[in-house]
């Protein structure tokens, strides 16, 4: 069993077996997010630097040219899962279309698909508040042997057998689940070692956190703007206290802990919503259901909604049970 201030490298060898499919690739695959997501974190540490060692476009002093660090993340993760013949295919919010992979040699061997947000909350970067990667892999569903389809991608959440996110906050963090549980480990930057801290996250049942962005309020559909008005009134735990850093991976992480209900909805100028179904919603839909939370569009389970397009949006609430129940019951009833 899973012991505190394992490594995660112990952790990856220890729970092979408790995979579903047990050929060691999918433990490869995470193994690599792990790597991708260290050289990622130590770049995204040097952002404050920006003005010692070059702006976007510059030419730094060793002679490299500087990235947008979403693009940097997007590259590094791409390159890390490139070399490693696990993955087949990958689908990013910085690519128009997903990019395919074929196996070493060269018979399309590979059979995971990722789907991933290489830097989340990148606006934040500036203002040095938490940014993070989320990541969500599939099995194709293609004949291995042949170039991965679109099909490949357009998978419904409930397939995933992996997700995960990495938040880049006062500690690094790397937090993942393939379907037995959510487990968080910790980066000792010292040493380059990520160490098991947070075994078996759960979101608490209920929680007295509310995460929207009210800025947008007046736009909101009824539903929410009554469910908002509940959080704020006095009776019961209420009012509920509002924390939004506008990075999901930084608010999730927290509500999980603390237990809370983040919500993304459409809006009148946003009629989809602003998440990203593919690479937002299902990986953190997966990681809420599989720590005891709750995700849906309002409606619907996120998990279950069957996508038509890579880079589709949709209304996003999530986090502790009772909380997105409520929000749901406001939703019917407006
Ligand atoms: P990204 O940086 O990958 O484009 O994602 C930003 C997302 C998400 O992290 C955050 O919760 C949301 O956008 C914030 O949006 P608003 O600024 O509209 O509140
Ligand atoms: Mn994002
Ligand atoms: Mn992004």
Redesign the pocket.
Known sequence: MSKKNQTLGEFIIENQSSFKYTSGELSRLINSIRLAAKVVNHEVNKAGLVDIIGAVGETNVQGEDQQKL?VYANNKFIQTMTKRNIVCGIAS?EEDDFISINSQDENHQNKYVVLI????????IDVNVS??T?FSVFRRVTPVGTPVKIEDFLQKGNQQVAAGYVVYGTSTMLVYTTGDGVNGFTLNPAIGTFYLSHPDMQFPENGQIYS??E??YIHFPQGIKNYIKYCQQEEGDRPYTSR????????FHRNMIKGGI?L?PKSST?SEG???LLY?CNPMAFLAEQANGKASDGFTRILDIQPTELHQRVPFICGSKNMVEKAEEFMRNA
């Open positions: 979403d919010e947000d290489p830097l989340d909350g990148s606006s934040n940014v993070g989320i929207v962005n800025g947008n939004y850093i506008g990075s999901l991976v930084s608010d983040y993304y946003n602003k998440l990203r937002e």
